[in-house]
Structures are given as structure tokens and as C-alpha cells.
């Protein structure tokens, strides 16, 4: 990927520098969320729910600046939840993501180098995982390792990261085995092999740098679906926000700004609207990111 990364290119592109300055924004935030948040996100007043946001002025009840973004139910701070949301979403991208794309590459490159037989099983197997409603499976997925784990800080981050692992590697998977079956068809692979060079030798000096370019489309196309997954489920009350007997995690997430919000969106829309933004941005960065990577890479290997 390096060997041939066009620099000059992607110093000059307006796109590049625009989704990496919403990905280092993002990322300054998750990491200074303690010094930047106004308050604690865990701490309550009931005596505060509620609240709009400061812009609105009304008869009943009207906005503090002390809370610029409102309150929720339990009078905690909405802006301070949403910045250490960011470094929940963070945490997933990069571990989740990754996982997953280690699962699928060595998948992909055993399916593909070895063939045959243990081919087909693989892909048999692929295909089961595939057929399976993804939404559900995932569901399942978090519902089951939830009850096996004791309860943690770390236990909806955790059941999370499984469970996109579990569903969501048979794609690139299929797309590595693809290109290794394009690859080891090459003169300078079969040379290798008739110069006696190991399995192990030709997988990673010669199928896996050629591969690491869809490998890194693939993981930063990636990285917001398991962002808006994480909004998904908890919004249903299944991702790191539990919805069981009305408790939570302890783990703040755009997930769980979105279950509170939803039993106070005439009260205040933003509990929805801001969260739905930050997903937006970040989404769209990583979206301009893997097809700026994806056509510079495309020309110039064609």
C-alpha cells in the first residue's frame, strides 16, 4: 500500500483534508472529554430533568446555560454525554473494526490459497452466517454474552465487539479469498512455489501485501457501521445501554443518549437530533476517506 500510495495526490485533495479534519476533531474530543465536558455525565438531579436547551425560552420552562444542550430525565448533562459518547465510539471503531478485519483476512487467505475442500467448507460456512438476519443474529449475539459476563463497566463495550466480529467478516473474507485466487495465479507466486517456498512464506510475503489495500477500504467503510449499530441497538435498549428493569450500563454512548431520547423527543428534539449529526459527520468522513483510498488506489494500479 505505501509502495504505491499516491502522496502528492492526497496532499492536494480538499476531500482528504476535510474527513481527516472531522476524524481529528472528533478524535480531540473523545480524548479530551474529562477537561472539556461542563459536568460529570453520571451525575443526576432530579430537581433538573428535563430541561430544553438553553435557546428556548418559555413560559413553563426554560433553558439554563449551565446545561447548553438540556437535560435528560434524570437531570444529567446532555452536551457532557455526547462528549463522552465520542470516546465510546471511538473505543468501538477501533477495536471492533479490527477484529473483525483480522477474522475475515485470515479466513479469506486460508479459503483462498488452500482451496479445495477446506475452500468449500469455509464458504459453506460463510454462507450460513450470511443467510442469517444480521440485525437478529447481532440481537442474539449481545442478549447471550450479556448474561454470560458479570457486570462490568466493559460489559456492553464487550458483547458489542463480539458480536460485530460474528456477523460481520464473511464479507471481507469473500473479498480476500477473491483477490488471493487472482493473485497466486501470478508468475511471480508460482515461482515460489517451484522454488519450494512454504505456505506460510508465500501467505505473507506475497498474498497479504497485495490484499492490505482492500483490507484498509474495507476497515474505514466499516467504521461507522458499527457507530450507527451502536445507535441501532440502543435505541432498542440492547446495546451498551440495558434496558432491562429500567437500568443502564455505566457506559455513556450516542446508543444511550438515543433510548433516553425517544420518550423525550416533544420535550427535546436534540437528544436525538445532535447524536444523529455527530453520526452523520463522522460517517460521512470515513465514507470520503475509503473512496478517496479506493480510487487513487484503483488508478494507479490500473
Not at 432530579?46 to 430525565?73: C, H, K
Not at 488471493?180 to 517456498?197: H, P, T
Request: hydrophobic content about 55%.
Amino acid at each position: 500500500m505505501i509502495k504505491f500510495f499516491p502522496w502528492k495526490r492526497a496532499l492536494r485533495s480538499k476531500t482528504l483534508w476535510f474527513s481527516l479534519l472531522i476524524m481529528l476533531s472528533l478524535g480531540l474530543i473523545a480524548g479530551l472529554a474529562p477537561w472539556i465536558a461542563p459536568h460529570d455525565p453520571y451525575q443526576q438531579s432530579f430537581t433538573q430533568g428535563y430541561l430544553p436547551p438553553m435557546w428556548v425560552q418559555d413560559t413553563t420552562i426554560s433553558g439554563n446555560a449551565e446545561y447548553p444542550l438540556g437535560t435528560d430525565r434524570y437531570g444529567r448533562d446532555i452536551l457532557s454525554r455526547l462528549i463522552y459518547g465520542t470516546r465510546t465510539a471511538f473505543f468501538l471503531a477501533l477495536t471492533a473494526v479490527p477484529l473483525t478485519a483480522l477474522i475475515g483476512t485470515l479466513v479469506g487467505l486460508v479459503a483462498g490459497y488452500a482451496g479445495g475442500r477446506l475452500d468449500a467448507l469455509i464458504m459453506l460456512f460463510s454462507d450460513m452466517v450470511q443467510t442469517l438476519p444480521s440485525i437478529m443474529f447481532m440481537v442474539m449475539i449481545v442478549l447471550i454474552f450479556r448474561s454470560l459476563f458479570a457486570p462490568s463497566w466493559l460489559q456492553g463495550l464487550i458483547t458489542l465487539v463480539i458480536g460485530f466480529a460474528a456477523v460481520n467478516w464473511v464479507n471481507l473474507a469473500r473479498l480476500i479469498r477473491v483477490n488471493v485466487l487472482l493473485i497466486k495465479s501470478q508468475l511471480f507466486v508460482e515461482a515460489s512455489v517451484s522454488l519450494g517456498a512454504s505456505p506460510r512464506y508465500i501467505i505473507f510475503h506475497h498474498l497479504l501485501p497485495n490484499v492490505l489495500h482492500v483490507i484498509l477500504v474495507w476497515i474505514i467503510n466499516n467504521i461507522p457501521a458499527i457507530i450507527l449499530l451502536e445507535a441501532l441497538l440502543g435505541y432498542i435498549g440492547v446495546g451498551v445501554t440495558s434496558a432491562v428493569d429500567g437500568g443502564e450500563f455505566t457506559v455513556v454512548s450516542w446508543g444511550g443518549l438515543f433510548f433516553v431520547g425517544r420518550s423525550a423527543m416533544s420535550r427535546n428534539p436534540s437528544m436525538l437530533v445532535i447524536p444523529s449529526l455527530c453520526i452523520l459527520l463522522i460517517s460521512m468522513s470515513f465514507f470520503m476517506l475509503g473512496d478517496f483510498l479506493n480510487e487513487t488506489t484503483r488508478q494507479e494500479q490500473g
